[in-house]
């Protein structure tokens, strides 16, 4: 199997009745006088899908006393978008120990194991098949999805981050791409990559249960306003 080159794809897009991206930026690579053919179609599912919020939130508020679950989905190919930002994620453990009294968990779902070390962080790596991702994100309190601002980050469509909030998980996601499409001041936080921003945005998420709950009912909405 190959890639279309450039002149086929050209060929392609001259004579396409329809132009089906994902975002914004993928429009904008486009020529001018054609993106007027193009649609935008985030990509998403219902795999997360949770059939009863509030019960498996009473069921997530049991553990959320004691320990903030964060979850991370995701391949080998893009674990240095997570690596970037374990150090943040230690400190953030460290704050919520003192602060909160609470655990900071990271669940990495992956085809390949985060090897890294920590000192505050506990990392718990788990095998990435459907089956464990849906069982791990119904336990989860906050879905991550961090990116590097680099070209390649750009064309991603924020497919994790939505399938998160129809799971009805709070996210934290980097102010790259289609990222900033997704999370709102409602349903989660938008940060610049900075280790203070990563901090306090799971402080906010950790401190309480009725802001926790608040951030859930909004995820699951933005994700039936938007995405379903």
């Known amino acids: 199997q190959r890639q279309a080159s450039r002149k086929e794809l050209n060929i392609l897009i001259k004579y396409s ?3 089906i991206t994902t975002n914004d930026y993928l429009k904008s690579k486009i020529d001018k006088k054609y993106q007027y053919k193009v649609i935008l179609m985030p990509t998403t599912d219902k795999d997360m899908l949770v059939p009863n919020l509030s019960k498996q939130n009473n069921k997530r508020l049991i553990t959320y006393k004691n320990g903030i679950h964060l979850i991370w989905i995701g ?13 943040y994620l230690d400190k ?7 602060s909160l009294k609470k655990s900071l968990i990271l ?6 194991p985060l090897k890294t ?7 718990k790596n788990i095998k990435w098949s459907r089956k464990n991702a849906k069982i791990e994100v119904l336990n989860a309190h906050i879905g991550i999805m961090p990116l590097l601002n680099n ?20 996210v934290i996601g980097s102010n790259v791409g289609f990222n900033s499409k997704v999370i709102n001041n409602k349903n989660g ?4 990559n900075k280790e203070t921003e990563w901090i306090n945005a799971i402080l906010l998420l950790s401190q309480s249960d009725d802001i926790w709950q608040t951030y859930s009912k909004n995820a699951f909405a933005s994700w039936e306003k938007n995405f379903n």
């Open 92 to 98: 953030a453990a460290y704050t919520l120990k003192i």
């Open 117 to 123: 070390r920590t000192k505050h962080l506990i990392i």
């Open 75 to 87: 391949t080998s190919f893009n674990l240095h978008n997570l690596i970037s930002v374990i150090s």
């Open 151 to 170: 070209k390649y980050n750009k064309g991603k469509a924020s497919f994790k981050l939505i399938q998160y909030l129809s799971a009805g998980l709070p």
């Open 17 to 19: 009745k329809f132009i």
């Open 107 to 112: 669940t990495v779902i992956c085809d390949t």
């Open 189 to 192: 936080v938008l940060v610049n």
